[in-house]
């Protein structure tokens, strides 16, 4: 059974920080993308960072690039999102999914479409 569990969210003041882990399971962890998205009340899920199966390839949406960092431990089935000088715009519940076994492009990285297991997400709160 292919699982994602997602764990490190809570609230934080404005400035401050977060790490998000996600645990994988089901799945030869280490042959696959890792992606992480964001979804907040009302709007769509959105595209937050992704990072290639052996971690030496990172990618970020405009909104966050410089302030989150994405890793992965191989060994441990686990990706991770670090989140610094948080803003209270990053409010939103954070998915882990995974994402493609191959080479793709930043565009369909970017896409939700492109991953087909998703963990059930962690709450992230930033208040100003």
């Known amino acids: 059974q292919v699982q994602l569990v997602e764990s490190g969210g809570g609230l934080v003041q404005a400035g401050g920080s977060l790490r998000l882990s996600c645990a994988a399971s089901g799945r030869t962890f280490s042959s696959y993308v890792m992606g992480w998205f964001r979804q907040a009340p009302g709007k769509e899920r959105d595209f937050v960072a992704a990072?290639?199966?052996?971690?030496?390839?990172?990618y970020y949406a405009d909104s966050v690039k410089g302030r989150f960092t994405t890793s992965r431990d191989n060994a441990k089935n686990t990706v991770y999102l670090q989140m610094n000088k948080l803003k209270p715009e990053d409010t939103a519940v954070y998915y882990c999914?995974?994402?493609?076994?191959?080479?793709?492009?930043?565009?369909?990285?970017?896409?939700?479409?492109?991953?087909?297991?998703w963990g059930r997400g962690t709450q992230v709160t930033v208040s100003s």
């Open positions: 990072i290639s199966t052996r971690g030496d390839g990172t």
């Open positions: 999914a995974f994402g493609p076994t191959g080479t793709t492009s930043y565009l369909q990285l970017a896409s939700r479409y492109s991953y087909d297991y």
